[in-house]
């Protein structure tokens, strides 16, 4: 064996670990990209049910109310439009649709 041939050999696996590690590095800058775009679209998302959500509330709520007899007092939406928060007369959490009456999560379904 040449004293050439380890040479060469540590050389190739060299630029291997260059190469490996220039891989590694676009790829952590991928998934970084990645990340925030997923964020600038969560941002988004809020800003568009924000916008929405205020009008349509404005005129659910005494309406909801008012077929609940009162004991839902609120309501919120979610990103995705759906309701997800329920405040009950007296009751100092968020209640889960599934918590409810069948008739009350019907007139909510209305």
């Known amino acids: 064996m040449s004293e050439q041939e380890p040479e060469a ?3 190739e696996l060299e630029e291997e670990r260059e190469r490996l590690s220039a891989d590694f590095e676009e790829r952590e ?3 970084a990209a990645v990340r925030l ?11 568009r049910v924000n916008s929405f959500a205020g009008p ?3 005129r ?3 309406w909801f109310a008012s077929v609940t007899g ?4 609120a309501l ?3 990103a995705n439009s759906e309701t997800n928060e329920l405040y009950i007369g007296g009751v100092p959490r968020a209640v889960d649709v599934e918590e409810l009456s069948h008739s009350a999560g ?3 379904a209305l």
């Open 9 to 11: 050999k540590l050389a």
């Open 60 to 62: 659910v709520k005494p």
């Open 29 to 31: 800058c991928s998934e």
């Open 106 to 108: 019907d007139q909510l």
């Open 70 to 73: 009162r004991s839902l007092e």
């Open 76 to 78: 919120g939406l979610g």
């Open 56 to 58: 349509i509330l404005a």
């Open 37 to 47: 775009l997923q964020t600038f679209v969560d941002e988004a998302e809020a800003r």
